[in-house]
């Protein structure tokens, strides 16, 4: 069973950073791309960011650039979400998914994806 748990989120003032985590069992974590997704109150979920365990290869959206990043750790099936310079339009909930894409890119952020977890909050005050 495919099981992804996210953790991290919480309360933070805008410039403030978070690290989220996600942990993922069941599934070839080194041969797929695993990607981050956002939903705010009242907006279609997005795609934020994701990175291929198979080429290393990551990709992000416009919106994140230069303030968030993205890795990866095999050795605890484990991808991280580091956000810095957060702005109160980063506020969400992140969800950490994955399928069976092996590369990262804007097409694989806008696929559909099988597998989710339960979602972390993250809010950002002004």
């Given at each position: 069973e495919v099981q992804l748990v996210e953790s991290g989120g919480?309360?933070?003032?805008a410039g403030g950073s978070l690290r989220l985590s996600c942990?993922?069992?069941?599934?070839?974590?080194?041969?797929?791309?695993i990607a981050w997704f956002r939903q705010a109150p009242g907006?279609?979920?997005?795609?934020?960011?994701c990175i291929s365990n198979y080429d290393k290869s990551t990709y992000y959206i416009d919106s994140v650039k230069g303030r968030f990043t993205?890795?990866?750790?095999?050795?605890?099936?484990?991808v991280?979400?580091?956000?810095?310079?957060l702005k109160p339009e980063d506020t969400?909930?992140?969800?950490?998914?994955?399928d069976l894409y092996e590369?990262?890119?804007?097409?694989t952020?806008?696929?559909?994806?099988?597998?989710?977890?339960q979602g972390t909050q993250v809010t950002v005050s002004s």
């Open positions: 919480g309360l933070v003032q942990v993922v069992s069941g599934f070839a974590f080194d041969e797929y791309a907006k279609e979920r997005e795609g934020v960011s993205i890795s990866s750790d095999s050795a605890k099936n484990t991280y979400l580091q956000m810095n310079s969400a909930v992140y969800y950490c998914a994955v590369f990262c890119n804007e097409a952020i806008q696929a559909s994806h099988d597998y989710w977890g």
